[in-house]
């Protein structure tokens, strides 16, 4: 296996959780490198469900060593909370380790968000309001507060209360809201740092030794390509890299240290929140593609918005990470629909593109050039080798595989864990 980097192709919620925690069967360690609680992963195991923000999904799996690592976000009462449902149901927890390099996540983030969420009225950006961007932005501007911070109590309360006087100003003067108790904040969180002490470490020592060892290790990401902080639709993105180059500066590795570079796509397309979606569907068959692949979000519950597949959006992702090969999953989602249509290109005005533009306003005027083909009846949750799919199925495959100049290697036909085609 060596190593191995799975992200999302498109804008998130792909399914990952489910791929990561299969391949995590035969890892030693898996790892969290960017986002925080604003990502949910849904992993089904020995009939059960299990729904995970900041968790690496491999901790399912006692042998694996978890780590979250110093460019995720850490909300430390989300964190808990998730280690004690895990517990409760009977997933040991001793084997996560978090990055003493993290930043955390305040009240005084949460509240900003969604503060700044209202104040931009009609031209908000749709987050999850859990503080995850205000916390980067503090990051970025040198203020933010970390895990080694936290565990040392005289420092953290020191930076907290410079935080907090200069938040509620913010939040006061500029926002008009109810500013927040120093003192309150302190007391919360070092009753959580005594939980999380023993967790706490510089994980990218272990990683380096793990590698150098010639374990197997596999990189999770969280979100999606098109949410990337930088090569999304910005505006409406992430504050982080879910691409795979931002596994290197969130775990503390090199890029000669990734081995592989696998994708995660749905037959078709989906997103939360607002921003362009050239191949979006607003009828019967959109309708029937969210309610049969359970289109809600994991972290929000809100529907999400679904459209055919679009392979000028998966050519972007192979190219910005060099992506070496894609999972296709919920094909199953697709059955029983008359005739299937792929997004080939876009047409704005008489110019045909097909690359992905990196202007929001371009992309807003771009209409989806589609192929169709024709689709294939009855359930394909039961079949497990690629040659005993409907021909048609395999001809979709085939396709998605010379539109995107990628292989294919795993194919998903349902949720469970053994719903899965290896495609050679």
Same mark, same amino acid.
């Given at each position: 296996m060596a190593t191995k980097v799975v992200i999302g192709a498109q804008w998130g919620d792909e399914g990952k959780g489910k791929i990561i925690d299969i391949l995590a069967q035969q890892a030693e360690v898996v790892v969290r490198s960017q986002g925080g609680n604003n990502a949910g992963h849904t992993v089904e195991a020995n009939g059960q469900q299990y729904k995970l923000h900041l968790t690496p999904s491999g901790i399912l799996n006692p042998n694996t060593l978890c780590i979250i690592g110093n460019g995720v976000v850490v909300d430390p009462g989300i964190l808990l909370g998730e280690l004690d449902m895990l517990q409760a149901r009977g997933v040991s927890t001793d084997n996560l380790k978090i990055d003493a390099r993290a930043h955390i996540i305040f009240p005084y983030h949460r509240e900003l968000d969604g503060l700044s969420e209202i104040a931009r009225g009609k031209s908000d950006i749709g987050t999850t309001k859990k503080g995850i961007g205000p916390a980067y932005m503090d990051k970025a501007e040198r203020s933010g507060i970390r895990m080694c911070d936290l565990m040392n109590r005289e420092l953290f309360i /020191?930076?907290? $209360?410079? =935080?907090?006087?200069?938040?509620?100003?913010?939040? /006061? $003067?500029?926002?008009?809201?109810?500013? &927040? =108790? +120093?003192?309150?904040?302190?007391?919360?969180?070092l009753g959580y740092a005594k939980k999380l002490r023993k967790y706490v470490t510089d994980t990218t020592v272990l990683l380096y030794e793990a590698i150098k060892a010639g374990k197997n290790v596999l990189f999770e990401g969280a979100q999606g390509t098109l949410l990337d902080l930088d090569l999304g639709t910005y505006p409406y993105v992430t504050s982080s890299h879910p691409i795979s180059g931002g596994v290197c500066v969130g775990t503390g590795i090199g890029p000669t240290m990734i081995d592989e570079c696998i994708g995660v796509v749905k037959a078709y397309t989906t997103r939360v929140g607002k921003g362009p979606f050239p191949t979006e569907l607003f009828d019967e068959i959109g309708d029937q593609i969210r309610e049969k692949g359970?289109?809600?979000?994991?972290?929000?519950? *809100?529907? *999400? *918005?679904?459209?055919?597949?679009?392979?000028?959006? %998966?050519?972007? +992702? %192979? *190219?910005?990470?060099? &992506?070496?090969?894609? %999972?296709? =999953?919920?094909?199953?989602? &697709?059955?029983d629909i008359k005739k299937i249509k792929i997004c080939v290109g876009y047409r704005k005005g008489n110019e045909i593109i097909k690359e992905f533009p990196p202007s929001l306003e371009e992309l807003e005027l771009c209409e989806p050039i589609y192929e169709e083909m024709d689709g294939w009846e009855g359930d394909i949750g039961h079949i497990r080798r690629y040659e005993d799919l409907p021909e048609n199925a395999k001809k979709y495959i085939e396709r998605i595989e010379k539109l995107c100049d990628v292989r294919v290697g795993m194919i998903g036909v349902g949720p469970g864990r053994d719903q899965n085609i290896i495609k050679d």
């Open positions: /020191e930076k907290v $209360k410079a =935080n907090v006087e200069l938040k509620n100003k913010i939040i /006061e $003067k500029v926002y008009g809201g109810t500013g &927040l =108790n +120093a003192d309150d904040i302190i007391e919360e969180y359970h289109e809600y979000g994991t972290t929000t519950g *809100r529907p *999400r *918005r679904c459209g055919w597949f679009d392979a000028v959006i %998966v050519k972007y +992702a %192979v *190219r910005t990470s060099g &992506l070496t090969s894609i %999972v296709v =999953n919920k094909i199953d989602t &697709l059955g």
